[in-house]
Nanobody, 126 residues
């Protein structure tokens, strides 16, 4: 059993940056941790993921070059560094986990994730 808690959301101006954190309680080193988001009136979409076993990662096309996913050495916190933020990045951001190997892919709405955090709001507005 894993528990995930997100933090780091907030209000930021366009072009700004934020770093989201996903604190994972439990033994997570064999899991894929994903970041997903849901904007008002829209469906959930994958943003990024990292496989903590082989350290591979993937990104949605909409965030490539702007967002970076990483984990700490102990693999109990996963970060999403977001830069050059746009108003369309406004959403509730969730981290999620699934036991999967190898690699990870950002595709679809992430229904295959087994564990979810409560979400953190990111608002990009001037």
């Amino acid at each position: 059993q894993l528990q995930l808690v997100e933090s780091g959301g907030g209000l930021v101006q366009p072009g700004g940056f934020l770093r989201l954190s996903c604190k994972v309680s439990g033994t997570a080193d064999r899991y894929v941790i994903g970041w997903l988001r849901q904007a008002p009136g829209k469906g959930r979409e994958g943003v990024s993921c990292i496989n903590l076993r082989d350290n591979t990662s993937d990104y949605a096309d909409s965030v490539k070059g702007r967002f970076t996913i990483s984990s700490d050495g102990a693999k109990n916190t996963v970060f999403l560094q977001m830069s050059s933020l746009k108003p369309e990045d406004t959403a509730v951001y969730y981290c999620a986990a699934v036991d999967w190997h190898p690699g990870c892919l950002v595709v679809g709405s992430g229904d295959w994730y087994d564990y979810w955090g409560q979400g953190t709001q990111v608002t990009v507005s001037s």
